[in-house]
């Protein structure tokens, strides 16, 4: 399922990955996720995005995974179109509001927090940043970066 492309464009470059609930496996995701950082995406903007990738995948075991056993799966996708980027990360917890939660986060880092943003981390970094419930029970967390 294809959010927010309304044409009938075809990506460049597609690639998907499924691993355990496991920050072990974070290694293997940065890994798969090099095969990148090539044009059309710029530099910066590759890096930006393997850390939106690091967030959302952390994100994805530690919290709507919290509960869940590490055989729970977590697919990712990415397609790369020639003007932008688009990751889709899946999980299997439960569903959460992420507008409500980015708007009751302060603006400003705290730097003292331990954690917390990595929400506004990916906010940041993307132009466009969702959350949502899928038919099939799964989450999708949608990073869409323009390059």
């Not at 499924?18 to 974070?26: I, P, S």
């Not at 439960?94 to 705290?110: G, I, S, Y």
């Not at 940041?124 to 990073?143: K, Q």
Request: charged share 25%; hydrophobic share 40%.
């Amino acid at each position: 399922m294809t959010l927010f492309r309304a044409s009938t464009l075809q990506p460049l470059h597609r690639a998907f990955l499924q691993v355990n609930t496991d920050l072990d496996a974070l290694a293997q995701v940065l890994e798969w996720f090099d095969q990148f950082n090539h044009p059309p995406i710029h530099s910066q903007a590759w890096m930006q995005c393997q850390l939106a990738v690091a967030e959302g995948f952390t994100n994805a075991v530690r919290h709507a995974h919290r509960n869940l056993s590490t055989e729970t799966l977590i697919d990712l996708e990415v397609q790369v179109f020639e003007d932008s980027i688009e990751i889709r990360i899946w999980d299997q917890g439960a569903p959460f509001d992420l507008e409500k939660r980015l708007q009751d986060m302060p603006h400003e880092w705290d730097t003292e927090a331990e954690g917390g943003r990595g929400l506004r981390l990916m906010q940041r970094i993307s132009d466009i940043l969702t959350y949502t419930r899928m038919p099939d029970a799964r989450n999708c967390l949608l990073i869409l970066k323009k390059v």
